[in-house]
């Protein structure tokens, strides 16, 4: 591994311990030119997932889309970082057990929606209102009615 500092070539691991729940390896390394250390993180390469979008248009996978709307359907809600990213955590497990190397954004939407309908509420709403493309107050309502009668 090249040194981050000084570009030389020889670095030795200091100290190796597992981390993101056992999903990849952190390791201290230490550089034998300049002595400074700096961390990396080793983790199983995957076969890039598409996504296909709603007209019909596909890119890669990007868990950044997802956690930046849950954190929009979260914001000023009683949800901790820890809570939000774990939702997200668990939403990735789910689309990535399917093992289909092809999946439609509606598939994660809604899988993003029954994280939220059970975490709050609220952010389930707001989510679902961006997500349905809610186009009056009807709609809206008839949404509120149906957690409501949950």
């Known amino acids: 591994m090249k040194c981050p500092f000084c570009g030389h070539e020889n670095t030795r691991v200091i100290d190796s311990r597992p981390a993101d729940e ?6 201290r390394r230490v550089c034998d030119d300049c002595n400074k250390r700096f961390t990396t993180y080793e983790k199983i390469e995957t076969i890039p997932l598409i996504i296909i979008k709603k007209d019909n248009n596909r890119e890669t996978y990007d868990r950044a889309k997802i956690e ?11 949800i901790s ?3 939000m990213n774990k ?3 668990e939403i990735e497990t789910e689309i990535f057990n ?3 190397k092809e999946i439609p954004s509606q598939m994660i939407g809604e899988l993003v929606m029954e994280k939220l309908q059970d975490l709050d509420a609220v952010a389930y709403v707001r989510f ?6 809610f186009k009056d107050i009807n709609t809206f309502m008839d949404e509120l009615k149906r957690v409501l009668d949950k």
Request: glycine fraction near 4%; charge should be positive.
């Open 22 to 27: 056992n999903n990849s390896i952190r390791r």
């Open 68 to 78: 930046a709307g849950v954190l929009r359907a979260c914001h000023k809600r009683p």
């Open 81 to 83: 970082v820890d809570q």
């Open 87 to 89: 939702l997200v955590d």
């Open 98 to 100: 399917r093992e289909e």
């Open 128 to 133: 679902a209102s961006v997500y349905r493309e």
